[in-house]
């Protein structure tokens, strides 16, 4: 009922920034929260950081925040990451996802709608 495709990842040297946008087709994008979350290599899934529905409210994990900052446009049916003073701990695939509410815990099990991910590569 809805597609997420990320775009914006790539290479970048530490301490500098990229952009992440989520395109979002299908069911009605105004009407979910959205999430980011990101998968380093043999590791687990970790949560990002999401926003509701009408973009009035964010949170983010203590190891992006006051570096990422989340958004979304809803006529344009996007969401972004804009990520800055970029980690080569911040090195990952990362990944959009859609969920009915807007919530702060972090194992992404309320969101029923994921992307495909786009790699993000930090190099020191």
């Known amino acids: 009922q809805v597609q997420l495709v990320e775009s914006g990842g790539g290479l970048v040297q530490a301490g500098g920034s990229l952009r992440l946008s989520c395109a979002a087709s299908?069911?009605?994008?105004?009407?979910?929260?959205m999430g980011w979350f990101r998968q380093a290599p043999g590791k687990d899934r970790e949560f990002v950081a999401t926003i509701s529905w009408s973009g009035g409210s964010t949170h983010y994990a203590d190891s992006v925040k006051g570096r990422f900052t989340i958004s979304r446009d809803n006529a344009k049916n996007t969401v972004y990451l804009q990520m800055n003073s970029l980690k080569p701990e911040d090195t990952a695939v990362y990944y959009c996802?859609?969920?009915?509410?807007?919530?702060?815990?972090?194992?992404?099990?309320?969101?029923?709608?994921w992307g495909q991910g786009t790699q993000v590569t930090v190099s020191s």
């Open positions: 996802a859609a969920g009915p509410r807007f919530v702060r815990e972090h194992s992404g099990r309320g969101y029923s709608y």
């Open positions: 299908g069911r009605t994008f105004s009407s979910y929260a």
